[in-house]
Nanobody, 122 residues
Framework: VQLQASGGGLVQAGGSLRLSCATS????????MGWFRQAPGKEREFVAA???????SYRDSVKGRFTISRDNAKNTVFLQMNSLQPEDTAVYYC?????????????????WGQGTLVTVSS
């Protein structure tokens, strides 16, 4: 079971990035998917999640700026990040849920990608 995250990089405040997470069909299947992030010295935190039915949820600080989406035909989940701020700087991880429902906690995720670094300069 592998998840491959990509799309991170260095961007100025106010800029945009689009993260992608490609995975095998066996992983993607009919699972919910999510994105987490971990800044240096901080705990991993939830960013966004999407159910198999495309129902979504977001942490409050990214609502209106980030959009999670999925392409079930390509076994890929995306995170469009707009109006990026320095506090968004972190390693971003994608994760696969244990079932088709909207994942709502760490315990709902069973597989993790390797992470992609997002750095937002002020």
């Amino acid at each position: 079971v592998q998840l491959q995250a990509s799309g991170g990089g260095l961007v100025q405040a106010g800029g945009s990035l689009r993260l992608s997470c490609a995975t095998s069909g066996r992983t993607f299947g009919s699972r919910g998917m999510g994105w987490f992030r971990q800044a240096p010295g901080k705990e991993r935190e939830f960013v966004a999640a999407i159910a198999w039915t495309s129902i979504t949820s977001y942490r409050d600080s990214v609502k209106g700026r980030f959009t999670i989406s999925r392409d079930n035909a390509k076994n890929t989940v995306f995170l469009q990040m707009n109006s990026l701020q320095p506090e968004d700087t972190a390693v971003y991880y994608c994760a696969a849920g244990l079932n088709s429902r909207l994942p709502t906690s760490l315990a709902d995720f069973g597989s993790w990608g390797q992470g992609t670094l997002v750095t937002v300069s002020s």
